[in-house]
């Protein structure tokens, strides 16, 4: 599934949705590039960035997952793509926390 959009994922079509709901999870996908790019900026090689990890994380939990919900709620986004774009986002956390060799976000959760 690497590389492919959360609307390939879900096996949605984009014609089968309205077309401003496509812009808006594109927009939205952009978005997590985004704060990727900003992310990597405050990582330093051979540091303990489990801090940037846990920063990212949260963004996602308390600013993307909830509008995903919202977006199901209340705009009828099937729950299958709000969930996608939910996981696109920790997956962006993912390669970060790959490419800077933090294996562990929350060590104390075992």
Not at 31 to 47: A, I, K
Not at 49 to 75: G, K, S
Request: proline letters at 4%; one cysteine or more; a negative charge.
């Amino acid at each position: 599934m690497e590389g492919m959009t959360p609307l390939e994922i879900s096996g949605e079509k984009p014609r089968n949705m309205d077309q401003r709901m496509v812009s808006e999870l594109s927009d939205l996908m952009l978005m997590m590039d985004n704060w990727q790019r900003g992310y990597r900026t405050w990582c330093v090689v051979g540091e303990d960035n489990e801090w940037v990890m846990r920063e990212f994380t949260d963004e996602i939990c308390e600013m993307l997952q909830p509008y995903m919900m919202a977006l199901h709620a209340q705009a009828g986004l099937d729950y299958t793509i709000a969930g996608a774009i939910v996981m696109f986002g920790f997956d962006k956390v993912d390669e970060l926390r790959q490419e800077f060799k933090v294996y562990q976000i929350y060590p104390e959760w075992g």
